[in-house]
């Protein structure tokens, strides 16, 4: 396993539908905390975003993961891999 710095930056997500999806959002993240995947997670100070630390095979498979959250389709995502 591989680790990758992912900077999320939230687009287009309304305030109501932000709320909507949170809760299934945190667990998700939290299940990734429980299990080993994320090692990581920083929430941005000035815009609507989060850093993530993430163990996974390569950068498809950090999209895969990625994809099953709530927010993707709201995140611009660039995903950088660690030493």
């Known amino acids: 396993m591989n680790k990758f710095m992912i900077d999320i930056l939230l687009q287009g997500l309304d305030n109501e539908t932000r709320m909507a999806?949170?809760?299934?959002?945190q667990e998700m993240i939290k299940e990734w905390e429980v299990?080993?995947?994320l090692l990581a997670s920083y929430i941005k100070a000035d815009t609507a975003g989060i850093y993530l630390v993430l163990l996974a095979e390569d950068k498809l498979d950090v999209d895969k993961k990625l994809s099953t959250l709530p927010y993707y389709p709201y995140m611009k995502i660039d995903i950088m891999t660690l030493r």
């Open 21 to 25: 999806l949170l809760p299934k959002e």
């Open 35 to 37: 299990n080993g995947t």
